[in-house]
C-alpha cells in the first residue's frame, strides 16, 4: 500500500532554533501534501497544503512565516517550525492522497520546544 | 455547529465484543467516508474507506454510511485488545478537504 515516511519521529529543539520536519511518499506520486498538528488528546487540525512546484495553502490563523513548507517535488515536502517556541510544542503529522482512495499519513513528529 | 460530531469516549469494552463507533455531520455535501485508526503517539492508519451510502466489510470491520441520515459507523467485531487505540472519522467533498471527528479511545480488555 501507500506508505508516507516522516522524519524525524522525535525532535527536542532550544526556543528560537528551527525545526525541518520532511515527509517523503515511497511508493507514490503526491502533488498535495498536507500538514496536521495534533495537541494531546485532540483530533487533528490542518494547518497547510502544500503543492509540488506551487506556494502553500495556509489555514487561517496559521502563521506562514512561521511555518514554512516547501514541496520540492512530486516524493518531497518539507515543514520547517521557525524560531519555535515552547507553544509550537505538539504532534505533527504529514498526508498525502493515497493512489487507492483515503488518504495515507507519516507517523508522525513530536517536537518539543525547551 | 462542527462539521464532524464524533463522541470522544472513553469507551471500554470487554474482549470479543462487538464494537460500535459513530460519527454524525452537517455538510450534505460529503460524499467519501473514512475511518482511521491512531495508536498511541502515531500517525493515523486508514482502516476504511467509503464512497456514498451503503456498506462496506473488511474482515472484522464494517463501515456502514447512510447519507440521507448523515450518520456513518464503524463496528468492529471480535474486538481484540490490540484494537485499543483512538477511532478518528474523517470525511471531505472530494476536494481534498477532508474534516476529522474528535476521535473516540477505545480500550479492550482482555
Known amino acids: 500500500g501507500a506508505v508516507v515516511s516522516q522524519h524525524p519521529s522525535r525532535v527536542i529543539c532550544k526556543s528560537g532554533t528551527s525545526v525541518k520536519i520532511e515527509c517523503r511518499s515511497l511508493d507514490f506520486q503526491a502533488t498535495t501534501m498536507f500538514w496536521y498538528r495534533q495537541f494531546p488528546k485532540q483530533s487533528l487540525m490542518l494547518m497547510a497544503t502544500s503543492n509540488e512546484g506551487s506556494k502553500a495553502t495556509y489555514e487561517q490563523g496559521v502563521e506562514k512565516d512561521k511555518f514554512l513548507i516547501n514541496h520540492a517535488s512530486l516524493t518531497l515536502s518539507t515543514l520547517t517550525v521557525t524560531s519555535a517556541h515552547p507553544e509550537d510544542s505538539s504532534f505533527y503529522i504529514c498526508s498525502g492522497p493515497g493512489p487507492g482512495g483515503g488518504y495515507t499519513f507519516g507517523s508522525g513528529t513530536r517536537l518539543t520546544v525547551v | 455547529q462542527k462539521e464532524v460530531e464524533q463522541d470522544p469516549g472513553p469507551l471500554s469494552v470487554p474482549e470479543g465484543a462487538i464494537v460500535s463507533l459513530n460519527c454524525t455531520y452537517s455538510?450534505?455535501?460529503?460524499?467519501?467516508f473514512m475511518w482511521y485508526r491512531q495508536y498511541s503517539r502515531k500517525g493515523p492508519e486508514l482502516l476504511m474507506y467509503?464512497?456514498?451510502?451503503g456498506n462496506k466489510e473488511d474482515g472484522r470491520f464494517t463501515a456502514q454510511v447512510d447519507k440521507s441520515s448523515k450518520y456513518i459507523s464503524l463496528f468492529i467485531r471480535d474486538s481484540q485488545p490490540s484494537d485499543s487505540a483512538t477511532y478518528l472519522c474523517a470525511m471531505e467533498t472530494g476536494a481534498n478537504n477532508l474534516f476529522f471527528g474528535t476521535g473516540t479511545r477505545l480500550t479492550v480488555i482482555p
Open positions: 467509503t464512497y456514498s451510502s
Open positions: 455538510n450534505s455535501a460529503f460524499q467519501y
